[in-house]
């Protein structure tokens, strides 16, 4: 290599400036690709229905006042699910991505090991034993939006969520260590005991309460309306600038304990907050719309099959967590009418399971 | 600089009166090393000497129940941990590389103390990676992925990643480890050629040999405490030998360097006759 072509490879630029992300065509492309795809299958979302509209009359009503009925359907009846199956994908996507990277497994994803099921258990708990049925409103569909008991239920979930993460994860714990695979076994497990627990307090709890419990378990946007978006959306608006935030230390956790703290990440520190933020995003998402599983699950590594990055990609899996969302929510509406999405995303996911496990013994075959 | 009686030497790197244990298990209960400014050190001893267990003291990954790691005339645990890590750097016996990352993006991490909320990445960083790659041979291996790549190829991508952090001290905790022997040997030579640029190292090895010949400054080990330390043509002998590691040898000098080797008698030597 030449003196001057030396000195240009040394000083050219290969990065933003912003977070060292690689000047690479292939993830800015796949992911503008991706951003338009979540926008148009949005608009077709806010067209179909009961009273279709074409994408133009859409965009139309979303920015002209004065549009009157159409306008009224797009933004107040349409729009809340968009933007929850937009929002709750993308955040169920993102801590998928931070708990598979934490554990270092494709399974260590939020949903699998018990966190989920937990936030479930949690809102629950609130609504069962704490009484706050007003917060049924919401699930049961009787009214639009129901604020207060939704920020009781949110809480609930949250400190489920966290008490489930702080339980896997001292259990996992060995010689002040957390191997990614005892995290993951121990979350399965934590996952059937919580699933027991959510089915006694059913039992228990009035028939009422009890059938809109098992609706809203199921996982569903059927119901969300703008009251308890507001809160969800709040809550996330925290939550991801807190991310951003942690992201370079998820990083150089990728490289291993040892690595990450010679270059000077606070290992545990770190290690928790990002088990807390991805706990959280979870939360939030269950507190909403009752336990979507296999979006954390998948989003990560099929983004990761799409960006073909170096480990799992937060905005990445955010995007396809969001475009999975809408588009199960989507098949939920139109093809399989009165079929909870979460019920949807169980059927799509557990397929992806599948092939994923058969992929893995294949190769390792 | 060195408050440790015995030490005239300048030492920007410390361990002053140590007490290293895991979970109650006690490795080393009164430990003091100095590590000489611009030496190479090697650190041996036999296995569960706590030679590792020091270096880990040293990188701030455990933390001395008593006494402390001296590092600039402060203790190492006052410091924030970046700035620690902008003056002493690691290359770890285990490190993952994230699945499909290149050896451009790995090396790139090593980047991380000298980055921040408002400075991020910076041609600084670029010139600084792609040196680190240079000096370790890897430059022409950058796009491609680390999987891909050799166990010493993939060691000499780690040690760029070490490099890029463009510390004055560096650790290697049994760095050729899993290499065979030719790779081990042009590993050392790079250690040594960073040595010579005017890098303190500071490395715990296995073969006696090795050590003998790279090392400026060779401290043994046994039981959590040190030995002796000096130039191996002074420490290095049969009785020291036989006292820390119970092994009947000889030590000739090496027919390449001149420094040290030591010949093992085994066991027709044990044998009672």
């Known amino acids: ?365 | 600089m060195s408050g440790v009686p015995g030490h005239g030497v300048a030492a920007r790197l410390e361990a002053r009166g140590v007490r290293l244990a895991y979970e109650g298990r006690v490795v080393a209960s009164d430990l003091s090393l100095a590590v000489p400014d611009g030496s190479f050190t090697v650190v041996v001893g036999p296995n569960a000497c706590g030679k590792s267990t020091l270096l880990r003291a040293f990188s701030r990954l455990l933390r001395p129940q008593a006494g402390a790691v001296v590092l600039d005339g402060a203790a190492i645990a006052s410091y924030r941990p970046k700035e620690a890590a902008r003056r002493v750097g690691l290359l770890p016996q285990s490190a993952t590389a994230p699945e499909g990352i290149t050896v451009a993006d790995l090396v790139a991490r090593g980047r991380y103390p000298h980055q921040g909320l408002v400075r991020q990445w910076s041609a600084a960083d670029e010139v600084a990676t792609t040196d680190a790659m240079l000096a370790t041979g890897v430059e022409e291996l950058r796009d491609r992925l680390v999987d891909d790549l050799s166990g010493g190829q993939r060691q000499r991508v780690w040690v760029a990643v070490a490099l890029a952090q463009q510390t004055p001290l560096l650790l290697l905790d049994e760095p050729t480890t899993f290499l065979d022997v030719s790779h081990q040997v042009e590993l050392l030579d790079l250690f040594a050629d960073l040595h010579e640029a005017g890098t303190t190292v500071v490395a715990v090895l296995h073969d006696l040999n090795h050590a003998a010949r790279y090392a400026t400054h060779l401290v043994v080990m046994k039981d959590g405490a040190v030995v002796t330390a000096g130039a191996p043509a002074d420490v290095l002998t049969a009785e020291l030998v036989e006292a820390v590691y119970g092994l009947a040898c000889v030590v000739v000098p090496d027919p390449v360097t001149g420094t040290p080797m030591v010949v093992p008698r085994g066991r027709e030597a044990r044998r009672p006759r």
């Open chain 1, 1 to 365: 290599m030449s003196a001057a072509a030396s000195t240009a490879a040394r000083t050219a630029l290969r990065r933003l400036p912003v977070l060292g992300v690689p000047l690479r065509r292939r993830p800015l492309v796949v992911g503008a690709l991706l951003v338009a795809a979540c926008l148009a299958l949005a608009v077709v979302a806010l067209g179909t229905g009961d009273y279709p509209l074409t994408p133009l009359q859409v965009v139309q009503a979303a920015l002209d006042p004065s549009a009157g009925f159409a306008r009224t359907v797009v933004l107040e009846w349409r729009m809340p699910r968009v933007l929850a199956a937009l929002a709750f994908g993308a955040a169920l996507g993102a801590s998928g991505a931070v708990f598979q990277s934490l554990t270092r497994n494709p399974l260590g994803s939020p949903d699998v090991i018990g966190f989920s099921t937990g936030a479930y258990t949690g809102a629950l708990l609130v609504l069962t034993v704490g009484g706050v049925s007003s917060a049924f409103a919401s699930a049961t569909g009787s009214a639009t939006g129901a604020t207060g008991g939704g920020a009781a239920t949110t809480a609930g979930a949250l400190a489920g969520g966290l008490l489930t993460a702080l339980v896997v994860y001292a259990l996992a714990r060995v010689r002040g260590t957390v191997q990614g695979y005892r995290l993951v076994v121990v979350g399965i497990a934590a996952t059937a005991v919580l699933h027991a627990a959510n089915t006694y307090l059913l039992l228990r709890a009035q028939t009422e309460v009890a059938m809109a419990g098992a609706v809203w378990g199921a996982g569903s946007l059927s119901t969300t309306g703008w009251g308890d978006l507001t809160w969800a959306l709040g809550a996330l608006v925290v939550l991801v600038p807190a991310l951003a935030v942690l992201a370079p230390a998820l990083r150089q956790l990728e490289l291993g304990d040892d690595a990450a703290s010679a270059h000077g990440v606070r290992v545990e520190r770190a290690r928790l907050a990002l088990v807390v933020v991805g706990v959280a995003l979870v939360s939030v998402v269950t507190a909403s719309s009752g336990p979507i599983a296999f979006v954390a699950l998948a989003a990560p590594q099929v983004a990761r099959l799409l960006l073909r990055g170096p480990g799992l990609s937060l905005v990445g899996s955010a995007l396809v967590g969001a475009l999975l969302l809408v588009s199960a929510d989507q098949v939920s509406q139109r093809l399989l009418p009165g079929v909870p999405v979460g019920v949807v995303t169980v059927v799509g996911g557990g397929a992806y399971l599948l092939v994923l496990l058969l992929v893995r013994a294949r190769r390792s075959a």
